[in-house]
């Protein structure tokens, strides 16, 4: 599973500056709420995506050597979302409930944009 972490380390990476934008966009914006909610949503995108990557692995694992193995962890990733969307709710003057969800779908916009950039770059190679 190396391809599969250095995946990981690579969309996190992404992830990362996309986050530090983010905090740059709360501090010197009047947007506060706007950016705290993709701070939160894109947190816990980034959760998520760590979290399957592990799932994955463990998987990837235990089928190789012939063991059963329960889920890859949708339940967890759900509950983390519904928690998001739950702080937006309740704190509406803090965070901004759209950008809660946009940000939740961060990771796997980084995903695609990932995958069709190396696609283009094997293709000229």
Not at 105 to 111: D, E, F, G, K, Q
Request: proline share 2%; with cysteine.
């Amino acid at each position: 599973m190396p391809e599969l972490q250095q995946l990981f380390y690579r969309h996190c990476k992404y992830i990362l500056y996309l986050l530090s934008i983010y905090v740059l966009g709360w501090g010197f914006t009047s947007y506060k709420s706007i950016f705290m909610g993709l701070i939160l949503g894109t947190s816990v995108s980034l959760f998520n995506h760590w979290y399957l990557v592990r799932k994955t692995t463990i998987f990837g694992e235990a089928f190789t050597s012939g063991k059963k193995v329960r889920s890859l962890g949708t339940l967890v990733r759900m509950a983390t979302v519904i928690l998001a969307v739950y702080i937006a709710g309740k704190y509406p003057d803090t965070f901004h409930l759209v950008s809660v969800i946009i940000g939740v779908m961060t990771a796997y916009a980084v995903i695609m944009i990932d995958f069709a950039l190396q696609q283009i770059f094997k293709s000229h190679e």
